[in-house]
């Protein structure tokens, strides 16, 4: 392990002004977004569309790193440039999601725990090889009647950790991610409960692991309230209980948090994010790694149509650039009319 490797690649990750983009959906996931939009999704479909978002002029300006997916990571542009490369070349640095998915928890029903530990010292070791200098895997928390239970919250806790000791293990920076989903009735305190329960499980066990809190990047869920909440709670509000769990949970020596947009509209996400750093300094940079946040309005304007590429990659830049000013609390909505 080459602790100062880690450290730079974690604080480029997180640099200001950038954030990180998740184009990582797995098969399944990436054909629910292109059925989404009437397109097929086949290898060529897949290639395409990433190359549209990865080429997109400038994106290397608001863009630190790329999280891919294990097809992705072995792919080329249409001019045969190997995507790593391409990316790495403009300063975007390549990553890879490795968890194997968020399968049933046995025995505890309702509740997840996510797979892929075995062979990951191998895979980690390829992907290395390939060019990935970062990597991410997701736990999956849900609130429900009488869940998450403490068994659960352990579980994915140590199943982060072993992943991020073997990432650092392998000179490759881990995103650990433990993700409370804002599926359900439930309030943003109850949010804020589980979130801050699940923050301090997993930097316990990511000390238990010995894990060099200075080469990772965090990447939670905001606090906020459940989709089917009667009442849900403002952008003040989310951004104010939000760094307060974050302030109680996540150690200083953590360089940067980014994070998941969890199905929130693309303008909530870079509001939310905004109103975050606006309410700094803070002791970590606060940055994104959104998936749908940053993809949605690219995906519905390219709608899998060659004619609409352009369309596509100005709908992604006009988010990334937009969420690249939330970096620095410089974004106001009355921006989302006027940008390109
Ligand atoms: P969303 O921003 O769509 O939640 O995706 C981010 C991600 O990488 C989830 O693992």
Same mark, same amino acid.
Request: with cysteine; proline share 4%.
């Given at each position: 392990?080459?602790?100062?490797? !880690? ?12 954030? %990180? ?6 098969? /399944? ?5 292109? +059925? ?10 897949? =290639?395409?569309? &990433? ?5 997109? +002029?400038?994106?290397?300006?608001? #863009? ?5 997916? +294990?097809?992705? %990571? =072995? ?23 490795? +968890? ?12 997840? *725990? ?6 990951? =010292?191998?895979? !980690?070791?390829?992907?290395?090889? $390939? ?8 736990? *999956? %928390? ?5 869940? /998450? ?31 409370? !989903? ?40 905001? *606090? %906020? ?21 974050? &302030?109680?949970? #996540? ?21 939310? $994010?905004?109103?975050?750093?606006? $309410?700094?300094?803070? /002791?970590?940079? $606060?940055?994104?790694?959104?998936? =749908? ?23 992604? !830049? ?23």
């Amino acid at each position: 392990m080459n602790v100062q490797d !880690l450290q730079s690649v974690a604080q480029a990750m997180v640099t200001k002004g950038k954030g %990180i983009l998740a184009a990582d959906e797995s098969s /399944p996931t990436i054909k629910k977004r292109f +059925d989404g939009i009437d397109t097929e999704s086949t290898e060529e479909n897949r =290639r395409t569309y &990433r190359e549209m978002l990865f080429t997109a +002029d400038e994106a290397w300006k608001y #863009v630190s790193g790329v999280i891919l997916f +294990d097809e992705t %990571i =072995r792919q080329s542009t249409s001019e045969g440039v190997p995507f790593v490369k391409y990316l790495a070349d403009r300063g975007m640095i390549p990553g890879i999601k490795v +968890d194997k998915g968020a399968k049933a928890l046995a025995g505890f029903p309702g509740e997840k *725990v996510t797979e892929g530990l075995d062979g990951l =010292r191998e895979r !980690l070791q390829s992907y290395y090889e $390939l060019g990935a200098r970062f990597a991410k895997w997701r736990a *999956v %928390i849900t609130i429900g009647d009488g869940i /998450p239970s403490s068994f659960c919250l352990d579980a994915n806790a140590h199943a982060l950790a072993r992943y991020a000791a073997l990432c650092q293990e392998a000179n490759i920076v881990p995103i650990v991610e433990p993700e409370v !989903l804002m599926d359900g009735p439930h309030t943003l305190e109850r949010c804020e409960e589980v979130t801050g329960q699940a923050l301090s499980l997993v930097f316990s066990q990511l000390n238990a692991h010995r894990v060099v809190l200075e080469g990772m990047v965090l990447k939670p869920n905001m *606090v %906020i309230s459940g989709t089917e909440a009667g009442k849900r709670a403002g952008v003040e509000e989310v951004a104010q209980a939000t760094v307060r769990c974050l &302030r109680e949970h #996540v150690p200083a020596a953590v360089p940067g948090i980014a994070f998941l947009s969890g199905g929130q509209t693309a303008e909530e996400a870079t509001g939310h $994010l905004n109103a975050m750093n606006k $309410l700094g300094s803070h /002791p970590w940079e $606060l940055t994104f790694s959104y998936g =749908r946040a940053l993809q949605a309005p690219a995906l519905s304007a390219w709608h899998g149509d060659g004619k609409n590429y352009d369309a596509g990659q100005q709908a992604f !830049l006009k988010r990334a650039k937009l969420n690249g000013l939330a970096r620095t609390g410089r974004y106001d909505s009355s921006m989302e009319s006027e940008a390109a």
